[in-house]
Structure formats: structure tokens, C-alpha cells
């Protein structure tokens, strides 16, 4: 745990803890990410738009868009053109989450917001179809990208933002160990509608803990042979928690 002691400086002003490490912090690469339930691959339109349009028609009511500023789109091609001029670059930074029992491709996730000077990175446009909702890949995606970003690139603070009104992405956030830190008010607007910011975010010091939760929940004992959960990653986090 990081010493969060107060101190001062030479004129007697508070003044914030010492930070070690090397700055700027990595930017991330487009590179795999491989898991035991699944496989994040960096975003290619060719390979993936198809098998992605077929897992998002299986929301018949439109339901994973309402929250994004883009969607729903009616056909493979339709999506495929989105990709095309949205997910190919390096801020935004898109994967697609492909299931590793089936090998389909359920979902996206992106880092955005990096800001390798500050040690401050972003996980948004997080997409997943009815297949991948509430299940050990999804949780496992998203402990892939947060271990990269914190262990491999070692940064600082890594942030979740949602639309304050988006009781799923929140309840996400805070299943995953993010700490709520407030609601910026008018933020943006969307779909013809305002939109109030809710963030979230881990921090350095909240990792190694909330690390030990994960794998703990992750480890093959922890699954029976039907795939369900012996243990919920709240009991995990529970016991690792060292504040």
C-alpha cells in the first residue's frame, strides 16, 4: 500500500506522496491476450465483423446499444464499415473477445483516454453480446486488460466511465474493484439525449489485492464441472482485501 502520509513542503504546504517509476509509461500494443476462457485479439474488421454481427443479433430488443453513442447496426456490412473507421487505431484501442471453448467472437473492449505521461489508462466501448454477459470469459476479459495495463505497462490509474444512468456498467464496475469517485453532470450528449458521466477507477496501490481476488476466482478449482463458480468474486476480494 502506497504511504499516503501527509507531508509537506519547505513553506509548510501539504503536498502529495513521492512517485517512483519512469514516465511516460508504455503505450499499449496491439498484441493478443490469451486467457483460459478467452482470447482478446486486437480488432480486424475483416476477420471479426461477421462472427461479432451474428453474437449482437442474438439481442433481439437492441438493448446492449442503448448506452453507447452508435448502434445498433442492421447488418454484418453495416458493422464492418463502423470498424473500419473506428476500431483501427491506437486511441482508441479495440479488441474483440473470442470465447476459447467455441471460438466465436462475443464481444469488444478498448483502452482509450492513455495518457502514458500521467500513468492514466481507460477501459471503454465495452460491448458484449447476450452469450458473453455474466459469464467466467467476460469477468476474464476484463481482468486481462486491467493485469496488462497495471502489471505489464505499470500504470498508474485505470478508469471505467459510464452513463450515470447505466445500472449494469455500474454494478460491473464495482463488481470488478473499481472505486466510484463521482458524477460529472452534463458531460457529453448522445442519441439526441444528455448524458451524466459516472466514474470509476483503480489505482496502483489497489492492485495487488485485487489481483490475488481475480486469480483466485480465475483458478480451475474454483469451477465445477458444469462451469459454474464455487466461489463469487466478492467472497475472493473479501479475503484479499488488505485496506
Known sequence: MTDRASRTNALGQPIGWPVDGDFPRPRPHKTPMDGRFCRLEPADPG????????AFSEDRDGRIWTYLPYGPFDTAAALRAWMDATCLGDDPLFYVVRDAAEGRCLGVASYLRITPDAGSIEVGHINFAPALQRTAAATEAMYLMMAHAMEALGYRRYEWKCDALNAGSRAAAERLGFTYEGTF??????????????????????WPPLQRAFRGWLAPENFAADGTQRQSLAVFRRQNDDT
Open 185 to 206: 453532470r452534463q458531460a457529453t450528449h448522445y442519441k439526441g439525449r444528455n448524458r451524466d458521466t459516472a466514474w470509476f477507477a483503480i489505482t496502483d496501490d489497489e
Open 47 to 54: 476477420r471479426h465483423a461477421a462472427d461479432l454481427h451474428a
